[in-house]
């Protein structure tokens, strides 16, 4: 019954026909069951109908709720929760894996394809032992990583990425001793060190949280500068921990924009060539979403006009200046991202899409602010 | 299972949960193919995808035997349980058969790809299905005894049967409890899965396998007691989706069912695409000394009783639907759907048409002497409006003809009783040419939708489906939930159009298909609308001669007429798919037999096209590769109305 009168005042708000009802209701309510139904962020009892329902009401003509609802249609896109679960299991399968073959390849001059043979050799198990895999944040999902890959060891995958110097001297021996229980293992010192460390995170929009430049007094912050100074630098506290000769970084987004992406590339760049470091280091993103989805000033004009008139200023805070902001409409950063995760919007999506709750513009998936 | 907002969008049997659900919505005419059923003979039933196979195996699973059993008091149960009892299958103390369904979905087709001589891959496959018969026969026990699992297994008693000589690990340890041959079969199904699964394509040598379906010859009524009597009096054995397997594994199964006088009744179901253009284009009953087929959509479209009673059971199945539905209730389709027309509506349009095909009439024939005079004192007499445009209608057609007719003597007169005479067996294609001309609805009513449906149950639940939506949609906002003849054409014509644009990419050479049936429809459309419709009430379908199918179908003939046998295999895809209708026909003097293929009635609505069956024309098979390649070109300059 609550299914149904959501229907029916969204059928009253649009002002639909028969016809237009027969047309979009069977499409609503898959997507609805499908995946929209499951934002963690609703409130008890709120469906996405419900939701969808009360948003366009908030548009003031016809026109502009019948372009809302377009844009809903047409342009959203939502990371379920399976489907993020299912960009974890693949990761270390699809991503990471073939990369460590790669590595092994190399060593043992034999070429790439020669699968079988790699994985079955002693250096591959001796390199697969050697990568260490930090979770950057709670999104990295390092629970559902680990359960994945049970070929992996406890010992190499921590949840974050903050280790603590005792924990260190921990990790070492239990490589150690790992180490010598691959058959054929003849032990070197220098392999007591991880050679492959594997940042998991899993979106980014504009890849700022990660690492910046700050314009003030030109020193890096973000999630990935402590691993990268504390790993990389002389007198960083985790230098024990890795072998500087042999090293490939990788942090990997599970979701993130090719924008992100290429900032993090560059950012890493720019950072070691100042820090005087040359260490291998790759960017992966198991789904990238492409710069082509995103609504910029060179978007639709009069979708961009509704996202300026219905912009509710009070979701503006300090943290939010510290993107681009002179089309605060367009997001966090100016990211004009159509995008909901399952479990909250991310700031870089529309703002009408996201508005607090509490704001006089509520968005069809209000977000949960991180920054307090 | 919450009530569904649409319930004719449940399609799949295997979908609908729990097994009250299942039965509720099966209508009890679906088993009329079986009401003089041989049940010592294989059964094959066969149908294009959407046919109503797989429900109706699975009514005759042991679950839904059992629940059918429980729920027999209530209304909404007892036709089907009166009709399962007509059929021997339900007793006053339960059901009296015991069932197994085995899918042959179930990843048969890659037993295939191992490396091992084919001898083996088949004994490999006969593994497999033994086993999994046997479990499902053990489960099936303990269904119809309401016994759990796995506890109620050492309760079952299984026979010793004499099956020849087996390695030890292949033979089971009869006379046994159920829980001892239930161990051992599945020991064994994951032996031969983990073989298959490990990515070794070599599996271990020993892993030879049975030779024959022996299982067959174990679960023989008797076989499986519980305290010393037997399960039920009878077993079934049913492979479903048989069309999965490869090519030889069907071809093996079936000559293996086939071969053997099984103490089982055995049936097999699957898909028309499983079948060679030879058999495809080749309609009939096939029954052997050992087998019978029954293609389901021939069985309904056989004779116009049937097609009758075709109706009765959709709609019986539509009601059902209606019922389940979350947010309407007490609405029937049939008492939804307008069948018939609101002629004062209409009654300008009517007008109009009386007013073009006067003048039309006035204009191609007044000055022909043999018309002048019946022209100059014709008048209608009809009440209707409607009646009047039929009537000149039909004297159009009627004049069209006897001008068409060779003037042997001189021109006399057409009088007014040779005009009544004449228009009797045209008013019929009249109406139907008035309402395509002048945009009034035809298609429309209950007993069109199952004629559209043409004999196949998922594509009327399709086309209900979409008039369903309509219906609901009306209910939410409160509007009148029954729909105009008018919104009924609409509502087709979308879903008719999405089933046209989906043919490329659902049917094998579905580009070609499409072109090809294109063709054939603007065919049927020409010559049904000519002026003299020759063709009453219309052209629905092409007629091949006995020797052209045989060039479409001759594979010696690859060498030297590739294109034929490539129009064959299209033409095949077309009858397996459910777009062409094959019926043999015996025609003209002296008489030949003809293969007939009639447009499925959906593409008739779509190029407005009468829903009888009837009308054909004979076609060479170069015009149709002509149409093949270039697409359908108009004939001649005959003046066509439409």
Known sequence: MRDFLAERLLAEVMSWSVEEVADNRPTLQTLAAFKYDSYQQFSPGMGFIESLAVWLSHFETPKERQQAYELIRSHLIFISGSELIHLVSITYPDYIRPLLIQNVATKLSIPNHAIAKIINSTEFQIQQRRSLFLGLSDGANIGVFRRSNPQLSNEQIRLSHEIPGKRVEEMLSDLKKDLQNIPDYQAHNSDISFNAIFMLDDFS???????????????????????????????????TLIDMKDLLLCVILY??????????????????????????????????????????????????????????????????????????????????LPLVLYHNTPNNSLPILWSYEHSKFRGLFPRVSRHK | ???????????????????????????????????????????????????????????????????????????????????????????????????????????YAILEDLDIDPAKKERVLYSLLNVRIILSALRGALILKSLPYPEGLKSIQIQSVNFGSFPEWLSPPLPCSGNILDDWAQKLEKRICDAIDSFDLTPQVDLIGHDTLYSLQLLHPDAITYQGIPIAKRSLVMFDDVHKLTERQRRKVIDTVFSTRWPVSVWLAERLEALSPNELLSPGAGVGREYETLALAEYWGRDNKRKKRFEHTVLNIANKRTELARDIKDVPLDGALQSSLNTTEYEPKYKVACQVISQRIIKKFASDDRYKSLLETYVDISESMRDQAISWRTLEIVLERKSNQIQLSLPIPLTSDELERDSSSVQGVAEFFLMEEFNIPYYYGVSNLAELATSNIEQFLDFAGDLFEQIISAALINK??????????????????????????????????????????????????????????????????????????DRSGYMTHPEYVYLGKLLSNCIAYNLLEPRLITHGKPPQTILVLYLNRWLCMQAGLPLNYGGWRKIGLDRLLRWLHNGFESPDNKGRLL
């Open chain 1, 205 to 239: 929009a504009s890849g700022l949280s990660y690492l910046r430049k700050k314009t003030d007094n030109n020193s890096y912050s973000g999630k990935i500068n402590k691993i990268l100074t504390g790993l990389l630098t002389k007198q960083g506290e985790l230098r």
């Open chain 1, 255 to 336: 979701v993130a924009t090719t924008k992100a992406k290429l900032h993090i590339q560059q950012v890493i760049q720019e950072w070691m060539y100042e820090h005087d470091i040359s260490t291998r280091f790759e960017v992966y993103v198991i789904q990238e979403i492409p710069n082509e989805v995103c609504i910029t000033d060179k978007s639709d004009a009069m979708v961009l006009g509704l996202l300026e008139k219905y912009f509710d200023e009070s979701i503006v805070d300090h943290h939010y200046k510290q993107g681009r902001f002179e089309q605060p409409y367009l997001g966090f950063d100016e990211c004009g």
């Open chain 2, 1 to 107: 299972m919450p009530d569904p907002r649409n319930p004719f969008k449940l399609r799949a049997a295997e979908q609908i949960t729990p097994d009250e659900t299942f039965l509720r919505l099966f209508g009890d005419g679906a088993l009329d193919p079986l009401i003089e059923i041989n049940w010592n003979t294989v059964q094959i039933f066969r149908s294009a995808p959407g046919g109503g196979k797989t429900s109706l195996l699975r009514a005759f699973t042991p679950s839904a035997l059992v629940t059918l059993y429980r729920f027999r008091p209530n209304e909404k149960y007892s036709d089907l349980y009166m009709k399962m009892k007509a059929l021997g299958v339900m007793g006053e103390d339960g059901p009296n058969l015991l069932s197994m369904m085995i899918s042959c979905a179930s990843n």
């Open chain 2, 480 to 553: 009148p939930t029954t729909i105009s003849p008018h919104v009924q054409e609409e509502v087709l014509s979308k879903t008719i159009r999405r089933r046209w644009e989906e043919i490329p990419m659902r049917i094998p050479d579905g580009h070609d298909v499409h072109r090809l049936l294109g063709a054939i429809k603007e065919y049927s459309r020409t010559e049904t609308y000519r002026p003299t419709a020759p063709y009453n009430p219309g052209v629905t379908g092409i007629g091949l001669t006995l020797e052209n199918r045989k060039k479409l179908t």
